[in-house]
């Protein structure tokens, strides 16, 4: 790959039993992970990630079956579940020494960020959360013709088969509707990173799904399980999203309450692409969360 987040350096690490992550690795100080969204890769961090490296070694993998990390075959719902890629994020800090770690998570990563923090607590010490409400609630809002903006969660939720046909017969233009339709600034990605992000979708289609699959599937089982058994994330946890309650309606602040002990909730202008389209201000909300 030729486009890289400067002064990084390009690292695969062994996470699991046949599944490594690529991951770009740079700073130096506390550790934090930044985790990528759709449909992107870590490059998204490629402002955000040299900003916070003044004072903390800052890892930004791609997830399992994204970029150029591994792609297992989605032989069970657990292989894309959150709680087996929020496992691979613990491997990753294993390898790389961190006991403890903050984890910030945008759109896809959000999920697996969330997941990790009720999964091992003692090992995350500051959540950042960007741009979703946790699984069940995604589900319970998503209604009327306001549901419309998410049609590609209920395509991928279907049965294996149909979703990665009709998505492999069309993948950029798929995948480029979301980076076109999610963005309040078009130059927010440029050209050579957008065929980076197409490109490595196209290569990854029945993960992508698979991954989308299991937020239908088990990952709702896991995370309203932790609801009904009182389990929280007690961490310090920043959520920053768009305006999703003047959109959808309901109260997202009132949405996260019930998940967390230590919350603070704020709402940027920016679009769903926040970090590279205020990569300024995602990068002090990053700097001020880990000074809780």
Request: contains cysteine; proline residues 6%; glycine residues 8%.
């Amino acid at each position: 790959m030729g486009i890289g987040i400067p002064g990084f350096e390009s690292r695969s690490i062994a996470v699991a039993d046949g599944v490594e992550l690529n991951a770009a690795v740079g700073g130096e100080g506390p550790a934090v992970v930044l985790l990528h969204g759709f449909p992107q890769t870590h490059l998204m961090w490629r402002h955000v990630a040299p900003a916070l490296a003044g004072h903390h070694t800052v890892v930004c993998p791609d997830l399992r079956g994204y970029g150029a990390s591994s792609k297992p075959q989605a032989v069970t719902e657990d292989i894309y579940s959150k709680r087996t890629m929020a496992a691979d994020i613990v491997g990753l800090a294993d390898t790389l020494g961190f006991d403890r770690f903050a984890l910030v998570g945008h759109d896809r990563g959000a999920h697996v960020a969330f997941r990790a923090g009720l999964d091992h607590p003692n090992r995350i010490s500051h959540l950042g959360i960007l741009d979703i409400i946790p699984t069940p609630d995604t589900w319970n809002v998503l209604h009327g013709v306001g549901a419309a903006v998410a049609f590609h969660l209920y395509l991928m939720a279907q049965p294996p088969g149909l979703p990665e046909q009709m998505i492999a017969g069309s993948a950029d233009a798929f995948f480029g509707h979301f980076l076109d339709v999610w963005s309040m600034s078009s130059d927010a990605i440029p050209m050579d990173v957008r065929a980076e992000y197409l490109r490595a979708c196209r290569e990854a289609v029945p993960s992508i799904v698979a991954d989308y699959r299991a937020t239908a599937t088990v990952d709702i089982e896991h995370d309203q399980a932790d609801l009904d058994a009182g389990n929280r994330l007690t961490m310090p946890v920043t959520v920053v999203q768009q305006d999703w309650g003047r959109q959808l309606g309901f109260d997202a602040t009132a949405t996260w309450r019930p998940w967390s002990t230590d919350l603070e909730h704020f709402t940027t202008h920016a679009g769903h692409f926040m970090a590279e389209e205020a990569p300024e201000d995602i990068a002090t909300l990053i700097l001020n969360l880990m000074k809780r």
